[in-house]
């Protein structure tokens, strides 16, 4: 079974800069669509970004555009998120998860993704 493993949290000053990870263990990504989440405490779980099995379509959240870049290594089985310009209210656990797919394009709703990881934490505070 596909296993995921979040990485690169970490507590930053607002303005700051984090580039997270997402590794697959033992499978390879190359047919998986693949997203990241946040939930921040009391809040439900929001998509933040996807990126399509080749890479070709990402989509992003209104909040996060211009801020956050999705991009894939598909050699290192390995999905990152770029987060620049970080706020308060980027505080949250951020997860990433993957559905299997054939289709070119990617859908940011939680209800699709079949593989979730532990999540890492991301905190913005000065």
């Known amino acids: 079974q596909l296993q995921l493993v979040e990485s690169g949290g970490g507590l930053v000053q607002p303005g700051g800069s984090l580039r997270l990870s997402c590794a697959s263990s033992g499978f390879t990504l190359d047919y998986y669509t693949i997203g990241w989440f946040r939930q921040a405490p009391g809040k439900e779980r929001e998509g933040v970004s996807c990126?399509?099995?080749?890479?070709?379509?990402?989509e992003y959240a209104d909040s996060v555009k211009g801020r956050f870049t999705i991009s894939r290594d598909n050699a290192k089985n390995t999905v990152y998120l770029q987060i620049n310009s970080l706020k308060p209210e980027d505080t949250a656990i951020y997860y990433c998860?993957?559905?299997?797919?054939?289709?070119?394009?990617?859908?940011?709703?939680?209800?699709?993704?079949?593989?979730w990881g532990q999540g890492t934490q991301v905190t913005v505070s000065s």
């Open positions: 998860a993957a559905y299997p797919t054939l289709q070119a394009m990617c859908v940011p709703s939680p209800s699709r993704y079949a593989y």
């Open positions: 990126i399509s099995r080749s890479g070709g379509n990402t």
